[in-house]
């Protein structure tokens, strides 16, 4: 009977989709500590556009990576620690089985 084919799935795929950029990687950088940001403050601390950090905000939190939520006419970003850990896991999962270590 042949092994079962190791899948990654589309969460783990997008989750290293957004890990791909090192813009995006810098902006995670801001989100250390737990804090959270609006998209302007993270456009004004990487001296880019806010159209520009909206987008990768996004590519971010699709990724698996932040978490959003509104007040009022503001968005805040933040880390999403249990989506980067079932990500992860996903991850050393599909490593473990599609490429043992020797």
Do not use: H, N
């Not at 190791?6 to 090192?22: H, Y």
């Not at 050393?92 to 089985?97: A, D, F, G, K, W």
């Amino acid at each position: 009977m042949a092994e079962a084919e190791a899948r990654l799935g589309a969460g783990a795929r997008e989750f290293l989709k957004a890990l791909a950029s090192e813009q995006r990687q810098a902006m995670l950088e801001l989100f250390a500590g737990g804090i959270e940001l609006t998209v302007g403050t993270v456009a004004e601390r990487l001296g880019i556009a806010q159209p520009t950090a909206s987008q990768q905000l996004a590519l971010l939190r699709r990724g698996g990576l932040l978490t959003s939520r509104r007040e009022g006419k503001q968005v805040y970003y933040g880390i999403d620690a249990r989506a980067i850990d079932r990500s992860l896991t996903e991850l050393r999962t599909y490593l473990s089985t599609c490429c043992p270590p020797g």
